[in-house]
């Protein structure tokens, strides 16, 4: 039995027209600038002030779920990059590739020094 409601609700939020932007990067579809300076760039460094402000407040559960959350963020954008610089032309294709590996090992050792801050942390108290 379909209402109303049901139909309106379903008609309203579509998971692909709402993450649309989101399934461009992924896809390689977005333009390499938008994707490296705004999801790159700018997203990145405010899930770094939310885990700052979590270590700054001593909210250990949530500093886990930002290292999560940004491993996992990190994963995505760094795909999104590499695959929209195949649109671009050949020298900012090459320079975002190669930040994007310089940037992936980055990111995993800042997260585990995080992690293994994190233990120590746990293991004292």
Known sequence: MSGIGSDHIGARFRPARFFGPELRVWRGLAPLWTVFWGYGVVASL??????????????????????????????????GIWRCASNADPLWRDMARLLTVAWALNTALVLVFLQIDFLMHCMQG
Do not use: K
């Open 46 to 79: 405010a899930i770094v002030v939310l885990f700052l402000t979590a270590y700054d407040l001593s909210e250990l559960a949530f500093q886990q779920v930002l290292i999560v959350v940004s491993a996992l963020y990190t994963v995505w954008v760094l795909v």
